[in-house]
């Protein structure tokens, strides 16, 4: 069973959490990063980005940006600008998107569970960005930024957050840039505290990585480091530990994960069509943006039309958790023996486009010239999701993608 536990936050005070909260640092680059945070001298953006602070720095990865992340993480402590909670407690981060609030439990994850398939993740990772998370959080001795779990919804943790979220006023709640809404709560109640965690021990057999798998690698690696360094190690050091904000599955939903391709290899259009045909049904739709409406139902967007692609019987697999996967039927219908696109993770002519952004930039990058079709894709389902990590199984790459992402800063997770 899962092992959370309440944990002493170091927060922002309320009056300038706004201006301190930042997306995670892995959905921008250094130049936006920069951007960003420009105007804002609270921004934790200069302690989980500090080479926008580190001009005439070509590696961002080198040991003068991490040590400009202590150096903003020491003033940011002086400065009161974070300052740690007397007493180990959960918190309650909730999100609001178009009109819809999830909830989740921010408590201490255990880096012993990552080890034993307790916490179960459906992703690789790549060794240099794991790397460069562990380094930072050995550099800070902090969870600077939170990992998105989710588990099984349980009908008693649901109560205890109603009812918090009920009758308390939130400590932080503001409107982000990009109009969703952060709401937070801390549970100051003892007895609540301990019912959580007993609830968590008792009826969440199991976690999953719902985005940052990198982060959740690398505080587990931090884990294992810090336990063969210390020969007096018990097991309930905060370095055994780290953070997470732990939704309940029924709550999410997971946003669709498009592509963009540069060329058809060499096929022209018409050519390019009848290859489609033979995996699946296809039909001109027009110029309209054509959104897939159920599982096996593509949009391929083609110089200037819409086309809705539908997976002929035969070519997947709704027994095999991988097989099923609506990626896994356009790389071996399409982008593998078509477009000679076989490693998603490494070929320079596929891009990928979250659904947050719309298929108009689908049609806007194909438009452009830029790229040469686009493939909009029907959304993964929760169910899969843990399916997969249930199954042992990886999907493949950029497969799910979660909206709202946790902003970053409103609670850190030191080790010790």
Same mark, same amino acid.
Request: glycine share 6%; proline share 5%.
């Given at each position: 069973?899962?092992?959370?536990?309440?944990?002493?936050?170091?927060?922002?005070?309320?009056?300038?959490?706004?201006?301190?909260?930042?997306?995670?640092?892995?959905?921008?680059?250094?130049?936006?990063?920069?951007?960003?945070?420009?105007?804002?001298?609270?921004?934790?953006?200069?302690?989980?980005?500090?080479?926008?602070?580190?001009?005439?720095?070509?590696?961002?990865?080198?040991?003068?940006?991490?040590?400009?992340?202590?150096?903003?993480?020491?003033?940011?402590?002086?400065?009161?600008?974070?300052?740690?909670?007397?007493?180990?407690?959960?918190?309650?981060?909730?999100?609001?998107?178009?009109?819809?609030?999830?909830?989740?439990?921010?408590?201490?994850?255990?880096?012993?569970?990552?080890?034993?398939?307790?916490?179960?993740?459906?992703?690789?990772?790549?060794?240099?960005?794991?790397?460069?998370?562990?380094?930072?959080?050995?550099?800070?001795?902090?969870?600077?930024?939170?990992?998105?779990?989710?588990?099984?919804?349980?009908?008693? !943790? #649901?109560?205890?957050?109603?009812?918090?979220?009920? $009758?308390?006023?939130?400590?932080? =709640? @503001?409107? %982000? /840039?990009?109009?969703?809404?952060?709401?937070?709560?801390?549970?100051?109640?003892?007895?609540?505290?301990?019912?959580?965690?007993?609830?968590?021990?008792?009826?969440?057999?199991?976690?999953?990585?719902?985005?940052?798998?990198?982060?959740?690698?690398?505080?587990?690696?931090?884990?294992?480091?810090?336990?063969?360094?210390?020969?007096?190690?018990?097991?309930?050091?905060?370095?055994?530990?780290?953070?997470?904000?732990?939704?309940?599955?029924?709550?999410?939903?997971? !946003? #669709?994960?498009?592509?963009?391709?540069?060329?058809? $290899?060499?096929?022209?259009?018409? =050519? @390019?069509? %009848? /290859?489609?045909?033979?995996?699946?049904?296809?039909?001109?739709?027009?110029?309209?943006?054509?959104?897939?409406?159920?599982?096996?139902?593509?949009?391929?967007?083609?110089?200037?039309?819409?086309?809705?692609?539908?997976?002929?019987?035969?070519?997947?697999?709704?027994?095999?958790?991988?097989?099923?996967?609506?990626?896994?039927?356009?790389?071996?219908?399409?982008?593998?023996?078509?477009?000679?696109?076989?490693?998603?993770?490494?070929?320079?002519?596929?891009?990928?486009?979250?659904?947050?952004?719309?298929?108009?930039?689908?049609?806007?990058?194909?438009?452009?010239?830029?790229?040469?079709?686009?493939?909009?894709?029907?959304?993964?389902?929760?169910?899969?999701?843990?399916?997969?990590?249930?199954?042992?199984?990886?999907?493949?790459?950029?497969?799910?993608?979660?909206?709202?992402?946790?902003?970053?800063?409103?609670?850190?997770?030191?080790?010790?």
């Amino acid at each position: 069973m899962a092992k959370i536990k309440p944990f002493k936050g170091l927060r922002p005070p309320k009056e300038i959490v706004e201006e301190l909260a930042c997306l995670p640092y892995d959905v921008m680059n250094s130049e936006e990063a920069a951007r960003m945070a420009d105007g804002k001298e609270k921004s934790l953006l200069r302690i989980t980005k500090a080479e926008i602070e580190c001009p005439g720095v070509d590696d961002i990865h080198s040991e003068i940006v991490y040590n400009k992340a202590v150096d903003n993480f020491t003033a940011f402590h002086g400065k009161g600008w974070l300052q740690q909670d007397g007493q180990a407690k959960y918190y309650i981060y909730a999100q609001t998107m178009n009109g819809k609030t999830q909830y989740g439990i921010v408590g201490a994850a255990a880096c012993a569970d990552y080890e034993n398939g307790i916490i179960r993740k459906h992703e690789l990772t790549r060794p240099e960005k794991e790397e460069d998370r562990m380094v930072l959080t050995r550099y800070l001795n902090a969870n600077i930024e939170p990992v998105f779990f989710a588990y099984k919804a349980v009908p008693e !943790i #649901d109560k205890i957050v109603a009812e918090i979220v009920k $009758n308390n006023p939130p400590e932080y =709640d @503001f409107t %982000a /840039e990009d109009g969703f809404g952060h709401h937070f709560w801390t549970i100051d109640s003892v007895e609540t505290n301990k019912k959580i965690e007993r609830l968590f021990a008792e009826k969440v057999p199991f976690t999953y990585v719902a985005d940052g798998h990198h982060r959740t690698a690398a505080a587990a690696r931090i884990g294992l480091e810090k336990t063969a360094q210390n020969p007096n190690h018990s097991g309930d050091e905060e370095y055994n530990f780290f953070m997470a904000v732990h939704f309940p599955d029924d709550q999410l939903q997971i !946003i #669709d994960y498009n592509r963009v391709v540069a060329d058809l $290899n060499g096929l022209s259009d018409v =050519d @390019f069509l %009848a /290859e489609c045909s033979k995996g699946f049904e296809v039909v001109n739709m027009g110029e309209e943006i054509y959104k897939p409406s159920k599982l096996h139902e593509f949009s391929l967007y083609l110089s200037g039309s819409w086309y809705k692609l539908t997976a002929k019987e035969g070519t997947y697999d709704d027994e095999d958790p991988i097989g099923v996967l609506d990626v896994t039927i356009l790389s071996k219908q399409i982008l593998d023996p078509v477009l000679d696109i076989k490693d998603l993770r490494t070929s320079k002519r596929i891009d990928f486009v979250g659904g947050i952004r719309g298929l108009a930039e689908l049609k806007r990058r194909v438009d452009s010239g830029e790229m040469k079709a686009a493939f909009a894709l029907y959304p993964v389902s929760m169910q899969q999701l843990i399916n997969i990590a249930d199954s042992g199984n990886i999907m493949p790459p950029k497969t799910t993608w979660f909206e709202p992402k946790l902003r970053s800063g409103l609670v850190i997770h030191k080790l010790d």
